[in-house]
């Protein structure tokens, strides 16, 4: 059974300060890895999406890394900003037939608090 | 495009009453997928359907839920005779026909038993 723990479970940052926010995952048969940020309140929305056979994928001040077979995934964020305090969620797609598992197995999150 | 439209964003009932939780995919896509969040849980897999059809509903308690996603309208989670354990945020998302492509969420909907 796969299952998705994220370490640290919260973290308070003065602005500014690099970060990085860890994922781990027990089957390293996975589709893809994908990093969402949840606001309070709000649904979810995809930050960055890493398929299996990829190392990593930047966006902006983000860049997430996979290593599979260690099972393992970061999320850096570079000069954080008040802005980016949220909840960060790390979820996996399991390998299936066809291509991959349609469910998506989610880690409980990072709440990550930028002070000003 | 209106995103992944989830409606009621709070729904209070009492215990032994139904809730029914709508949503309403991405346009273009046909694939809708319903997720839980307890309280201090991760988001828990429920259902994954296609229009008029259930593809895997391996995550949804076997008493008391039902989902359907009809051929017009919106996908409909539906809980009969509801306990104080099911309070959570429901999350619904969509995606388009192919696999590898990212999910794109809704707002939830927050169920408040009492």
């Known amino acids: 059974k796969q299952e998705v723990t994220q370490i640290p479970a919260a973290l308070s940052v003065p602005e500014g300060e690099n970060l990085v926010l860890n994922c781990s995952f027990t089957?390293?048969?996975?589709?893809?890895l994908q990093w969402f940020r949840q606001d309070p309140g709000k649904g979810l929305t995809s930050l960055l999406l890493?398929?299996?056979?990829?190392r990593e994928q930047t966006s902006g001040r983000l860049n997430a890394s996979l290593d599979k077979s260690s099972g393992r995934s970061t999320l850096y964020i570079a000069a954080s900003q008040p802005g980016d305090s949220a909840t960060y969620l790390c979820a996996v797609r399991p390998e299936g037939t066809q291509g991959g598992s349609e469910k998506l197995v989610f880690g409980k999150g990072t709440k990550l608090t930028v002070n000003p | 495009n209106a995103g992944v439209m989830q409606n009621p964003r709070h729904l209070v009932r009492r215990r032994g009453q139904e809730a029914r939780l709508r949503c309403s995919p991405m346009?273009?896509?046909?694939?809708v997928y319903w997720y839980r969040q307890l309280p201090e849980e991760g988001l828990k897999f429920m259902v994954y359907l296609q229009k008029e059809n259930i593809i895997d509903e391996s995550g949804m308690p076997k008493e008391r839920f039902s989902a359907e996603f009809p051929k017009e309208g919106p996908s409909i989670l539906r809980i009969q005779q509801v306990v104080r354990g099911d309070s959570a945020a429901y999350f619904c998302?969509?995606?388009?026909?192919?696999?590898?492509?990212?999910?794109?969420f809704g707002s939830g909907t927050r169920l408040t038993v009492v």
């Open positions: 346009k273009g896509h046909s694939h």
């Open positions: 998302a969509s995606s388009p026909t192919g696999k590898g492509y990212g999910y794109t």
């Open positions: 089957d390293s048969a996975i589709y893809n």
């Open positions: 890493i398929q299996s056979s990829q």
